[in-house]
């Protein structure tokens, strides 16, 4: 079974940077992407952005051109690289394992890492 253990969230001010982490373990054979999501409080978690395992991005508009994920196969790990933040980011970030099927069509799975959170101040 495979298990999703975030890092790297916290506190900094509007037009920081931040670098999450996501380490996974486990199996993973059911799955050729990862994602990461983001809720705030009252809102429903939305999706920011997915890779798939040739390293094809998808990003929300609302993070286009500020956020970036890339892959380290070698540690098992997928990072998200967050600049120029804004307040409107703040939320507790969880990273995710789908299924890619072509184009931006990202199938998330019941696999959750516990979340980290990420809070920007004006």
């Known amino acids: 079974q495979a298990q999703l253990v975030e890092s790297g969230g916290g506190l900094v001010q509007a037009g920081g940077s931040l670098r999450l982490s996501c380490e996974v373990s486990?199996?993973?054979?059911?799955?050729?992407?990862m994602g990461w999501y983001r809720q705030a409080p009252g809102n429903r978690r939305e999706r920011v952005a997915f890779i798939n395992l040739g390293g094809l991005t998808n990003y929300a508009d609302s993070v286009k051109g500020r956020f970036t994920m890339f892959r380290d196969s070698a540690k098992n790990t997928a990072h998200l690289q967050m600049n120029s933040l804004k307040t409107e980011d703040t939320a507790v970030y969880y990273c995710n394992l789908g299924r890619w099927s072509g184009g931006a069509k990202y199938q998330s799975y019941d696999v959750w890492g516990q979340g980290t959170q990420v809070t920007v101040s004006s």
């Open positions: 486990g199996s993973t054979v059911s799955f050729n992407a």
